[in-house]
Protein backbone atom coordinates (compact mmCIF):
# COMPACT_ATOMS: atom_id res chain seq x y z
CA UNK A 1 0.00 0.00 0.00
CA UNK A 2 1.20 3.47 -0.87
CA UNK A 3 0.45 6.33 -2.68
CA UNK A 4 1.16 5.57 -6.01
CA UNK A 5 -0.96 7.91 -8.42
CA UNK A 6 -2.52 4.60 -10.20
CA UNK A 7 -4.73 6.99 -12.49
CA UNK A 8 -1.62 8.17 -13.64
CA UNK A 9 0.17 5.06 -14.46
CA UNK A 10 -3.28 3.70 -16.04
CA UNK A 11 -2.55 6.72 -18.45
CA UNK A 12 0.43 6.61 -19.31
CA UNK A 13 0.16 3.52 -20.07
CA UNK A 14 -2.98 3.73 -22.59
CA UNK A 15 -1.05 6.85 -24.15
CA UNK A 16 2.01 4.55 -24.86
CA UNK A 17 0.18 1.20 -25.96
CA UNK A 18 -2.06 3.65 -28.48
CA UNK A 19 1.07 5.21 -29.89
CA UNK A 20 2.78 2.34 -30.72
CA UNK A 21 -0.31 0.37 -31.58
CA UNK A 22 -1.22 3.45 -34.05
CA UNK A 23 2.82 3.11 -35.33
CA UNK A 24 3.10 -0.77 -35.54
CA UNK A 25 -0.29 -1.14 -37.72
CA UNK A 26 0.87 2.12 -39.54
CA UNK A 27 3.73 0.35 -40.82
CA UNK A 28 2.10 -2.75 -41.66
CA UNK A 29 -0.91 -1.33 -43.94
CA UNK A 30 1.49 0.63 -45.96
CA UNK A 31 3.25 -2.30 -46.51
CA UNK A 32 0.55 -4.77 -47.68
CA UNK A 33 -1.67 -2.40 -48.78
CA UNK A 34 -0.73 -0.26 -52.16
CA UNK A 35 -2.91 2.38 -51.86
CA UNK A 36 -2.18 3.42 -48.34
CA UNK A 37 1.73 3.22 -49.48
CA UNK A 38 0.64 6.09 -52.03
CA UNK A 39 -1.24 7.90 -49.34
CA UNK A 40 1.20 7.21 -47.02
CA UNK A 41 4.07 9.15 -49.21
CA UNK A 42 1.88 11.78 -50.77
CA UNK A 43 1.41 13.47 -46.96
CA UNK A 44 4.77 12.71 -46.15
CA UNK A 45 6.07 14.34 -48.34
CA UNK A 46 3.54 17.54 -47.72
CA UNK A 47 4.35 17.59 -44.04
CA UNK A 48 7.94 17.83 -45.44
CA UNK A 49 7.75 20.46 -47.35
CA UNK A 50 5.39 22.02 -44.77
CA UNK A 51 8.51 21.96 -42.40
CA UNK A 52 10.45 22.58 -44.40
CA UNK A 53 9.22 25.88 -44.88
CA UNK A 54 8.69 26.28 -41.18
CA UNK A 55 12.40 26.21 -40.84
CA UNK A 56 13.38 28.34 -43.44
CA UNK A 57 10.80 31.25 -42.11
CA UNK A 58 12.00 31.10 -38.80
CA UNK A 59 15.97 30.46 -39.61
CA UNK A 60 18.11 32.89 -37.33
CA UNK A 61 20.26 34.63 -39.72
CA UNK A 62 23.48 33.30 -40.86
CA UNK A 63 23.17 29.75 -38.51
CA UNK A 64 21.19 26.80 -38.76
CA UNK A 65 19.33 27.66 -35.32
CA UNK A 66 15.62 27.86 -36.22
CA UNK A 67 12.92 28.43 -34.31
CA UNK A 68 10.28 25.54 -35.34
CA UNK A 69 13.31 23.12 -34.15
CA UNK A 70 13.73 25.14 -30.88
CA UNK A 71 9.95 24.85 -30.25
CA UNK A 72 9.73 21.12 -30.80
CA UNK A 73 12.61 20.77 -28.52
CA UNK A 74 10.94 22.73 -25.73
CA UNK A 75 8.05 20.13 -26.13
CA UNK A 76 10.18 17.32 -25.97
CA UNK A 77 12.16 18.58 -22.66
CA UNK A 78 8.74 19.19 -21.04
CA UNK A 79 7.47 16.18 -21.67
CA UNK A 80 10.39 14.46 -20.72
CA UNK A 81 10.11 16.18 -17.28
CA UNK A 82 7.07 15.44 -16.75
CA UNK A 83 7.55 11.82 -17.17
CA UNK A 84 10.74 12.32 -14.48
CA UNK A 85 8.21 13.86 -12.41
CA UNK A 86 5.81 11.17 -12.03
CA UNK A 87 8.36 8.07 -11.75
CA UNK A 88 9.97 10.30 -8.67
CA UNK A 89 6.46 10.29 -7.30
CA UNK A 90 6.09 6.25 -7.46
CA UNK A 91 5.40 4.78 -4.16
CA UNK A 92 6.07 6.96 -0.91
CA UNK A 93 2.96 7.00 1.71
CA UNK A 94 5.31 5.82 4.81
CA UNK A 95 4.23 7.42 8.41
CA UNK A 96 6.38 7.10 11.58
CA UNK A 97 3.47 8.46 13.72
CA UNK A 98 0.61 6.26 14.31
CA UNK A 99 -1.97 8.87 16.81
CA UNK A 100 -1.97 11.65 18.56
CA UNK A 101 -4.12 11.68 21.72
CA UNK A 102 -4.01 14.91 22.02
CA UNK A 103 -7.52 15.22 23.20
CA UNK A 104 -6.59 14.08 27.13
CA UNK A 105 -5.79 16.62 29.72
CA UNK A 106 -2.37 15.47 30.38
CA UNK A 107 -0.25 17.59 32.52
CA UNK A 108 2.72 16.19 30.73
CA UNK A 109 1.34 17.22 27.80
CA UNK A 110 0.46 15.63 24.02
CA UNK A 111 1.04 11.64 23.87
CA UNK A 112 2.23 10.77 20.40
CA UNK A 113 2.63 6.90 19.79
CA UNK A 114 5.33 6.25 17.22
CA UNK A 115 5.17 3.28 14.68
CA UNK A 116 7.96 1.83 16.49
CA UNK A 117 6.46 1.08 19.94
CA UNK A 118 3.07 -0.40 17.94
CA UNK A 119 4.76 -2.22 15.76
CA UNK A 120 6.66 -3.81 18.76
CA UNK A 121 3.87 -4.50 20.89
CA UNK A 122 1.94 -6.06 18.11
CA UNK A 123 4.88 -8.12 16.86
CA UNK A 124 5.47 -9.40 20.59
CA UNK A 125 2.42 -10.57 20.85
CA UNK A 126 2.31 -12.27 17.40
CA UNK A 127 5.51 -14.33 18.04
CA UNK A 128 4.11 -16.29 20.73
CA UNK A 129 1.74 -17.72 17.99
CA UNK A 130 2.78 -21.13 16.42
CA UNK A 131 0.80 -20.38 13.20
CA UNK A 132 1.72 -17.06 12.50
CA UNK A 133 5.20 -17.63 10.61
CA UNK A 134 5.87 -13.75 9.77
CA UNK A 135 4.80 -10.53 10.67
CA UNK A 136 5.83 -6.85 9.76
CA UNK A 137 3.40 -3.79 11.14
CA UNK A 138 3.54 0.20 9.37
CA UNK A 139 1.79 3.22 9.45
CA UNK A 140 0.58 4.47 6.24
CA UNK A 141 -0.92 7.69 5.82
CA UNK A 142 -3.75 7.68 3.93
CA UNK A 143 -5.92 10.72 2.72
CA UNK A 144 -3.93 12.40 5.38
CA UNK A 145 -5.28 10.06 7.96
CA UNK A 146 -2.51 7.44 9.80
CA UNK A 147 -3.81 3.80 9.49
CA UNK A 148 -1.91 1.07 10.75
CA UNK A 149 -1.25 -2.14 8.50
CA UNK A 150 -0.55 -5.26 9.93
CA UNK A 151 0.80 -7.75 7.42
CA UNK A 152 1.07 -11.47 8.69
CA UNK A 153 1.66 -14.88 7.31
CA UNK A 154 0.77 -17.96 8.52
CA UNK A 155 1.30 -21.42 8.49
CA UNK A 156 -0.06 -22.82 5.31
CA UNK A 157 -3.97 -24.74 6.78
CA UNK A 158 -4.43 -21.82 9.23
CA UNK A 159 -7.82 -20.60 9.53
CA UNK A 160 -7.75 -17.21 8.38
CA UNK A 161 -11.46 -16.37 10.17
CA UNK A 162 -9.83 -17.77 13.74
CA UNK A 163 -7.07 -16.05 12.88
CA UNK A 164 -8.10 -12.47 11.89
CA UNK A 165 -10.35 -12.97 14.91
CA UNK A 166 -7.21 -13.34 17.21
CA UNK A 167 -6.14 -10.66 15.27
CA UNK A 168 -8.90 -8.17 15.66
CA UNK A 169 -9.07 -8.90 19.28
CA UNK A 170 -5.63 -7.69 19.66
CA UNK A 171 -5.62 -5.03 18.03
CA UNK A 172 -8.76 -3.61 19.48
CA UNK A 173 -6.85 -4.35 23.09
CA UNK A 174 -3.75 -2.37 21.84
CA UNK A 175 -6.86 0.72 21.15
CA UNK A 176 -7.92 -0.02 24.82
CA UNK A 177 -4.25 0.43 26.07
CA UNK A 178 -3.13 3.61 24.11
CA UNK A 179 -6.52 5.19 24.44
CA UNK A 180 -7.26 5.39 20.66
CA UNK A 181 -8.82 3.26 17.75
CA UNK A 182 -6.67 3.91 14.83
CA UNK A 183 -7.54 2.76 11.87
CA UNK A 184 -6.36 -0.82 11.20
CA UNK A 185 -6.07 -2.57 7.77
CA UNK A 186 -4.90 -6.66 8.27
CA UNK A 187 -3.46 -8.69 5.25
CA UNK A 188 -3.17 -12.28 5.60
CA UNK A 189 -0.01 -13.68 3.03
CA UNK A 190 0.12 -16.81 1.86
CA UNK A 191 3.73 -17.35 -0.18
CA UNK A 192 7.03 -19.16 -0.38
CA UNK A 193 7.59 -18.63 3.05
CA UNK A 194 4.83 -20.12 4.06
CA UNK A 195 5.09 -23.31 1.44
CA UNK A 196 8.37 -24.30 2.83
CA UNK A 197 8.01 -23.96 6.34
CA UNK A 198 6.36 -26.72 8.51
CA UNK A 199 2.38 -27.46 7.90
CA UNK A 200 1.29 -28.08 11.53
CA UNK A 201 2.25 -26.86 14.27
CA UNK A 202 5.10 -28.29 15.74
CA UNK A 203 4.40 -29.67 19.32
CA UNK A 204 6.47 -28.05 22.42
CA UNK B 1 -13.42 5.27 10.97
CA UNK B 2 -14.05 6.28 7.82
CA UNK B 3 -15.64 3.24 5.86
CA UNK B 4 -14.38 5.21 2.53
CA UNK B 5 -10.90 5.04 3.78
CA UNK B 6 -10.90 1.37 4.37
CA UNK B 7 -13.04 0.99 0.62
CA UNK B 8 -10.01 2.67 -1.20
CA UNK B 9 -7.84 0.74 1.03
CA UNK B 10 -9.54 -2.79 0.27
CA UNK B 11 -9.56 -2.09 -3.34
CA UNK B 12 -5.42 -0.62 -4.03
CA UNK B 13 -4.58 -4.40 -2.17
CA UNK B 14 -6.71 -6.32 -4.51
CA UNK B 15 -5.80 -4.66 -7.45
CA UNK B 16 -2.49 -4.30 -9.36
CA UNK B 17 -1.03 -0.52 -9.61
CA UNK B 18 1.04 -1.16 -12.70
CA UNK B 19 3.73 0.38 -11.53
CA UNK B 20 6.09 -2.24 -13.40
CA UNK B 21 4.41 -1.94 -16.44
CA UNK B 22 4.51 2.14 -15.96
CA UNK B 23 7.89 2.26 -15.49
CA UNK B 24 8.85 0.46 -18.70
CA UNK B 25 6.76 2.35 -20.99
CA UNK B 26 7.91 5.57 -19.21
CA UNK B 27 11.46 4.40 -19.96
CA UNK B 28 10.40 3.47 -24.08
CA UNK B 29 8.71 6.90 -23.78
CA UNK B 30 12.21 8.70 -22.58
CA UNK B 31 14.48 6.85 -24.57
CA UNK B 32 12.55 7.69 -27.58
CA UNK B 33 12.00 11.46 -27.07
CA UNK B 34 16.04 12.06 -25.70
CA UNK B 35 16.94 10.00 -29.28
CA UNK B 36 14.57 12.68 -31.03
CA UNK B 37 15.76 15.96 -28.99
CA UNK B 38 19.63 14.29 -29.31
CA UNK B 39 19.47 14.46 -33.31
CA UNK B 40 17.42 18.17 -33.31
CA UNK B 41 19.92 19.44 -31.13
CA UNK B 42 22.77 17.93 -33.27
CA UNK B 43 21.45 18.85 -36.77
CA UNK B 44 20.76 22.38 -35.40
CA UNK B 45 24.63 22.48 -34.52
CA UNK B 46 25.69 20.97 -38.11
CA UNK B 47 27.15 18.51 -35.85
CA UNK B 48 27.21 14.62 -37.18
CA UNK B 49 24.15 12.63 -36.11
CA UNK B 50 24.54 9.87 -33.87
CA UNK B 51 22.84 7.05 -35.87
CA UNK B 52 21.27 8.20 -38.54
CA UNK B 53 21.13 12.08 -39.51
CA UNK B 54 18.23 14.04 -39.35
CA UNK B 55 17.42 14.72 -43.05
CA UNK B 56 18.31 10.84 -44.00
CA UNK B 57 15.71 9.55 -41.07
CA UNK B 58 12.86 11.77 -43.22
CA UNK B 59 14.02 10.40 -46.00
CA UNK B 60 13.65 6.90 -44.72
CA UNK B 61 10.27 7.78 -43.43
CA UNK B 62 8.87 8.88 -46.73
CA UNK B 63 10.44 6.00 -48.26
CA UNK B 64 8.56 3.27 -45.82
CA UNK B 65 6.70 1.77 -48.34
CA UNK B 66 9.27 0.82 -50.00
CA UNK B 67 11.78 -0.50 -47.35
CA UNK B 68 14.04 -3.48 -47.94
CA UNK B 69 13.44 -6.21 -47.03
CA UNK B 70 9.87 -5.96 -46.73
CA UNK B 71 9.06 -8.88 -44.68
CA UNK B 72 11.39 -7.05 -41.65
CA UNK B 73 9.57 -4.12 -41.83
CA UNK B 74 6.31 -6.00 -41.89
CA UNK B 75 7.57 -7.85 -38.63
CA UNK B 76 8.91 -4.73 -37.07
CA UNK B 77 5.58 -2.78 -37.21
CA UNK B 78 3.82 -6.44 -36.30
CA UNK B 79 6.02 -6.21 -32.56
CA UNK B 80 5.17 -2.44 -32.42
CA UNK B 81 1.63 -2.98 -31.97
CA UNK B 82 2.03 -6.29 -30.20
CA UNK B 83 3.37 -4.09 -27.31
CA UNK B 84 0.98 -1.81 -27.69
CA UNK B 85 -1.50 -3.73 -27.27
CA UNK B 86 -0.02 -5.40 -23.96
CA UNK B 87 0.43 -1.61 -23.01
CA UNK B 88 -3.13 -1.38 -23.60
CA UNK B 89 -4.39 -4.29 -22.01
CA UNK B 90 -2.38 -3.54 -18.86
CA UNK B 91 -4.35 0.05 -19.53
CA UNK B 92 -8.03 -1.52 -19.46
CA UNK B 93 -7.81 -4.65 -17.88
CA UNK B 94 -9.02 -4.36 -13.65
CA UNK B 95 -5.74 -5.99 -12.60
CA UNK B 96 -7.43 -7.97 -10.20
CA UNK B 97 -4.77 -9.69 -7.44
CA UNK B 98 -5.78 -13.33 -6.37
CA UNK B 99 -6.81 -11.97 -2.78
CA UNK B 100 -9.86 -11.82 -1.16
CA UNK B 101 -11.91 -9.06 1.38
CA UNK B 102 -13.01 -10.79 4.95
CA UNK B 103 -15.15 -9.04 6.91
CA UNK B 104 -14.85 -9.62 10.70
CA UNK B 105 -15.63 -6.52 12.87
CA UNK B 106 -14.78 -2.66 11.34
CA UNK B 107 -11.81 -3.38 10.16
CA UNK B 108 -10.30 -3.78 6.79
CA UNK B 109 -8.77 -7.58 5.81
CA UNK B 110 -7.51 -8.85 3.08
CA UNK B 111 -6.40 -12.39 2.58
CA UNK B 112 -4.59 -13.89 -0.11
CA UNK B 113 -6.48 -16.65 -1.66
CA UNK B 114 -3.52 -19.41 -1.05
CA UNK B 115 -4.37 -18.91 2.48
CA UNK B 116 -8.70 -19.54 1.73
CA UNK B 117 -7.07 -22.32 0.12
CA UNK B 118 -4.66 -24.38 2.47
CA UNK B 119 -7.28 -23.48 4.68
CA UNK B 120 -9.92 -25.10 3.39
CA UNK B 121 -7.85 -27.93 2.20
CA UNK B 122 -7.36 -28.65 6.25
CA UNK B 123 -10.65 -28.35 7.19
CA UNK B 124 -11.69 -31.08 4.32
CA UNK B 125 -8.98 -33.13 5.65
CA UNK B 126 -10.03 -32.95 9.09
CA UNK B 127 -13.98 -33.50 8.40
CA UNK B 128 -13.45 -36.27 6.10
CA UNK B 129 -10.76 -38.38 7.22
CA UNK B 130 -8.92 -38.41 3.97
CA UNK B 131 -5.00 -37.37 4.01
CA UNK B 132 -3.88 -33.65 3.33
CA UNK B 133 -1.88 -34.65 -0.01
CA UNK B 134 -4.77 -36.76 -1.68
CA UNK B 135 -7.02 -33.02 -1.66
CA UNK B 136 -6.50 -30.14 -4.22
CA UNK B 137 -7.86 -27.07 -3.39
CA UNK B 138 -7.58 -24.41 -5.76
CA UNK B 139 -9.51 -20.78 -5.02
CA UNK B 140 -9.55 -18.06 -7.58
CA UNK B 141 -11.92 -14.96 -7.52
CA UNK B 142 -15.12 -16.18 -7.97
CA UNK B 143 -14.90 -19.99 -7.24
CA UNK B 144 -13.70 -22.93 -5.00
CA UNK B 145 -12.33 -25.94 -6.46
CA UNK B 146 -11.73 -29.24 -4.38
CA UNK B 147 -10.56 -32.19 -5.61
CA UNK B 148 -10.52 -35.47 -3.87
CA UNK B 149 -8.76 -38.23 -4.85
CA UNK B 150 -10.13 -41.10 -1.97
CA UNK B 151 -7.88 -44.07 -1.04
CA UNK B 152 -9.40 -47.44 -2.61
CA UNK B 153 -12.63 -48.28 -0.90
CA UNK B 154 -13.78 -45.35 0.43
CA UNK B 155 -16.60 -44.23 -0.98
CA UNK B 156 -17.77 -40.24 -0.91
CA UNK B 157 -20.68 -38.09 -2.08
CA UNK B 158 -19.67 -35.00 -3.40
CA UNK B 159 -23.26 -33.09 -1.87
CA UNK B 160 -22.32 -33.46 1.45
CA UNK B 161 -18.44 -32.16 1.17
CA UNK B 162 -19.65 -28.98 -0.73
CA UNK B 163 -22.41 -28.05 1.63
CA UNK B 164 -19.71 -28.90 4.15
CA UNK B 165 -17.11 -26.62 2.29
CA UNK B 166 -19.59 -24.29 1.54
CA UNK B 167 -20.87 -23.34 4.87
CA UNK B 168 -16.37 -23.17 6.34
CA UNK B 169 -16.54 -20.65 3.26
CA UNK B 170 -19.65 -18.47 4.27
CA UNK B 171 -17.98 -18.73 7.79
CA UNK B 172 -14.95 -16.00 6.00
CA UNK B 173 -17.85 -13.96 4.69
CA UNK B 174 -15.44 -13.34 1.64
CA UNK B 175 -15.98 -10.45 -1.10
CA UNK B 176 -16.78 -11.10 -3.40
CA UNK B 177 -18.50 -14.41 -3.13
CA UNK B 178 -16.90 -17.71 -3.90
CA UNK B 179 -19.06 -20.92 -5.18
CA UNK B 180 -17.71 -24.16 -4.08
CA UNK B 181 -17.28 -27.07 -6.34
CA UNK B 182 -16.19 -30.18 -5.20
CA UNK B 183 -14.61 -33.02 -7.30
CA UNK B 184 -14.31 -36.62 -6.90
CA UNK B 185 -11.11 -38.69 -8.52
CA UNK B 186 -11.39 -42.46 -8.99
CA UNK B 187 -8.55 -43.78 -7.34
CA UNK B 188 -4.95 -44.26 -9.37
CA UNK B 189 -4.91 -47.59 -11.77
CA UNK B 190 -1.19 -47.84 -10.37
CA UNK B 191 -2.71 -48.30 -6.72
CA UNK B 192 -5.20 -50.79 -7.99
CA UNK B 193 -2.87 -53.33 -9.48
CA UNK B 194 -0.77 -52.87 -6.17
Same mark, same amino acid.
Given at each position: MNSTNRVLNRIILFVVGIVLLALGAAVVTIIIWPAAAKYWTGAATAIKSWTEAAIADTTVEATTINGFAMAILLLIIILLILVILVLTHVG?? @???? &? %? *?? +????????HVTVQESFVSDALKHSLNNREEVLFS??????? @???? &? %? *?? +???????TSPRDLVEDLNTLVTNLATLTGENVPTYISLHSGLRAKLARNQRRLA | MSTQTFRRIVRRETHSPRTVAMIIAAGVLIAALTYIGTGIVLYMLAQPDLLLG???????IIGLPTVQPEWLAAISGVV???????????????????????????RAIVVDNGVIAS??????????????????????????????????GARLN??????LVAAEIDSYRLTPSVKTRVRIIRPYESDLDG
Open positions: GG @RSRT &V %L *HA +SGQQNPLGSVSAKNI @RKQP &V %L *HL +SVTPRQN | LPSAVAWLGLLGLVFLFLALTPGRLPKHQMKCGESIAKYVSDETGIPLNDITVGVSHRAADITLRPRIEAPIRD
